[in-house]
Nanobody, 123 residues
Framework: QVQFVESGGGLVQPGGSLRLSCSVS????????MGWYRQAPGRERELVAV???????HYENFAEGRFTISRDNDRDTVYLQMDSLKSEDTALYYC?????????????????WGQGTQVTVSS
């Protein structure tokens, strides 16, 4: 059974940085594209970034230039380095394996999610 365990969130001032980690078990991690999602209060969950098994990367527009996704296949872990944080980045952040459709559509593979890690950007 797949399990996602996110960590690294916290309270940070605008302009600050955080590094999120997601430890994955129950799947052949190195074979899967992995992605980060986030969900702000009152909003739907949205994609943040994706890294494929071949280390190709996609960022949503709001993440481009500020966030960096990476993975460590030896540790079955995916990371999200977030810099220049803004108040609108406040959300619960999750990871999931990703299915890529027609090179442009990114869909979470698993319907079960981890508990997420809370990121709050506030002065």
């Amino acid at each position: 059974q797949v399990q996602f365990v996110e960590s690294g969130g916290g309270l940070v001032q605008p302009g600050g940085s955080l590094r999120l980690s997601c430890s994955v078990s129950g799947i052949d991690f190195s074979r899967y594209p992995m992605g980060w999602y986030r969900q702000a209060p009152g909003r739907e969950r949205e994609l943040v970034a994706v890294i494929t098994s071949g280390y190709r990367i996609h960022y949503e527009n709001f993440a481009e230039g500020r966030f960096t996704i990476s993975r460590d296949n030896d540790r079955d872990t995916v990371y999200l380095q977030m810099d220049s944080l803004k108040s609108e980045d406040t959300a619960l952040y999750y990871c999931n394996a990703i299915r890529i459709i027609d090179y442009t559509e990114y869909v979470p593979v698993y319907t079960s999610w981890g508990q997420g890690t809370q990121v709050t950007v506030s002065s």
